[in-house]
């Protein structure tokens, strides 16, 4: 699981069937405290907007939340931080 920092959308004009729909976001990840690499995350939860705080997971399971058979993303945004404890 990672955590991260929405920094704005990303546009696929040409894309596979199975992503009709699915939004995608650039994320700058967070590790340790600090802000990381840039990311493009498939946004499961459709409602992430710019500056939100969000976790996201990756690999294989990133895939299966869709339930639409073989969607090639490999990392999902599957949900919101409220809160963050550590100083950026």
């Known amino acids: 699981m990672y ?3 929405v920094m704005g959308s990303v546009t696929a ?3 596979d069937a199975n992503l ?15 802000e990381g ?11 992430a907007g ?5 976790y996201m997971i990756g690999s294989k399971e ?4 869709y339930r639409r058979g073989n969607v090639p993303v490999d990392v ?3 949900g919101f931080i409220d ?3 550590e100083e950026l």
Do not use: M, W
């Open 50 to 54: 710019l500056g939100d705080h969000i």
């Open 20 to 34: 009709e729909g699915i939004p995608f976001l650039l994320v700058r990840k967070i590790e340790n405290g600090k």
């Open 37 to 47: 690499d840039l990311i493009i995350a498939a946004d499961q939860t459709r409602q």
């Open 76 to 78: 999902s945004i599957v």
């Open 62 to 65: 990133a895939a299966r939340i």
């Open 83 to 85: 809160t963050y404890n």
């Open 3 to 5: 955590a991260g920092i």
């Open 13 to 15: 004009t040409v894309k």
